[in-house]
């Protein structure tokens, strides 16, 4: 398909995808508006790994640390402090692209599998922390009940409310893939040693990725407790962070949109497979390793060749 | 422009450079010769900062860069391509060059505006200056062999160097594309007024259009001198020379 029709394509459908999800929650019942809602901020979350795993080329294992710390600052500023509400929608982001930015920085200093491990570690003991801390984040049980305003009250208006933080988010992100950075971003994860060579400090442009995916990553928990209204230490657990990475490969983490698809598979596994067994992951195991034999770029990666072999610009 | 001096490198008690020196002066293309493993890589990978130097020091513009890390080395008008090709391989042509010229005018960290804004005219020029003008929509890592050669020279380009260093910019070229590149290294030190200092195998090559040789064994410098000095010598005859 000629690159001119395709664009002309891409913003119809991505209206019409907008308006239909504007509708849903007039045409379904409750349980599905808030899988809808929960798979909506699965998507961003898995989105604001990608940019670092998939244009950025860093193996960030533990990136859910860093959306339980959006969670959790959000959750305690609401339950110990008297700060009005917006407060703590503004500092559970911000607080997240802090962590990321101190993690960060002492993880950027190792390439590739030691940036894993270190970063495994690193996030291990922030959540080893909240999950003993029982005074402070309440330990092992997590948060319960918060309040919240009227204007989040009930999954309809949530809904109304994460959908279009979803939007917002979604379209900042295009655009830093789009932007200078996101393609110096692109040719780091390529060639980091022809990048330093052309005048490019990948450290530093690998640590601002870092901090912006990790700043969505904090949105992603922040909307969360506007879903489930408690935080708990699982938010931060490595297997959670296993499986945004799984969204990535599954959607495709070389393409834009791809995590969506890998965020909405996922969600919908655990759902739906998970209420005829509890081995639900065997499921996703296979599922698995069709798809590195079959369709090793993810399923979005795949379907892109498809439509423009040769030209994609990923 | 660029002086080496006495420079060391060695890799676990390997001697790979041992004392080489090297001088470059403005407007000069400069070849570095000498059989394989004779140190030539390695000496540019140090005079670019990819390796730090045991020992030796490196002079360009009269400043001192001999332990600048890569990215400050090429910005002060460095640039370099790389012997097995060294691109962007996901990326298309045009982004691959695009890259290389948001760096030489620091524009990298925007995030805010779509890249299609920023030096479109910069990066097509460039690549109709190597000939790859037709291609840029193609994704680079499916580019032919040649014409990969090619684009790691126009990524080079995009930092606007004072000092092109090509290693083995003909490897594995074809002869009419090894003559297309000679012409390509002969226009851009003629129209970009630029220096440039590359290592070569093809010694038609080399005599056809360096102004200076320098000749390299074992990680040490036999002789830096016009071609005609270089064909005389004795040494170099044994050395290199002789066995052809």
Known sequence: MPVASRKRILPVFNVLLLGLLTVIPSILPLFYIYIFSVIFVTAILAMSLNMVVGHGGLYQFHHGVFYGIGAYTLALMLT???LPIWAGFLAGPFCAAFAGLIIGLFCIRLNRLYFAMLQISLGSLVWAVTFRWYKFTGGDDGIHGISLPDALLGIHRAYYVILAVMAVCLILMYRIYKSPFGITLRAIRDNPERCAAIGINVRMHQLFAIVLATFFAGVAGVLFVVVERSVFPDLMFWVLSLEIMIMCLLGGWFTFAGPILGAAIMVSLRTFAGVYTEYWTLILGVLLILLIFFLPEGVMG?????IQPRKADS | MLVVENIQKHFDGFKAVNGACLSVETGEIVAVIGPNG???TTLFNLITGQLKPDGGKITFSDEDITFLPPHRICK???????????????????????????????RNLNVFFPSDRFFVEETRA??????????????AGALSHGDRRLLEIAVALGNEPRLL??????????????????????????????????????MDVVFDVSHRIMVME???????????????????????????
């Open chain 1, 80 to 82: 110990k402090t008297e």
């Open chain 1, 302 to 306: 795949y379907l892109m060749k498809k």
């Open chain 2, 38 to 40: 004779a140190g030539k």
């Open chain 2, 76 to 106: 002060k008008g460095i640039a370099r391509s790389f012997q097995i090709a060294n691109i962007f391989h996901r990326l298309t042509v045009f982004r691959n060059v695009q890259v290389s010229v948001l760096s030489q005018k620091t």
């Open chain 2, 126 to 139: 460039i690549m109709e200056s190597v000939g790859l003008a037709d291609k840029d929509r193609e994704i």
């Open chain 2, 165 to 202: 260093i090509l290693d083995e910019p003909t490897a594995g070229m074809s002869p009419e594309e090894t003559a297309t590149t000679i012409q390509l290294i002969k226009r851009l030190a003629d129209t970009r007024g630029l220096t440039i200092l590359f290592c070569e195998h093809d």
């Open chain 2, 218 to 244: 074992q990680g040490r410098t036999l002789i830096q001198g016009a071609p005609e000095e270089i064909k005389k010598n004795p040494e170099v005859q044994r050395a290199y020379l002789g066995n052809e």
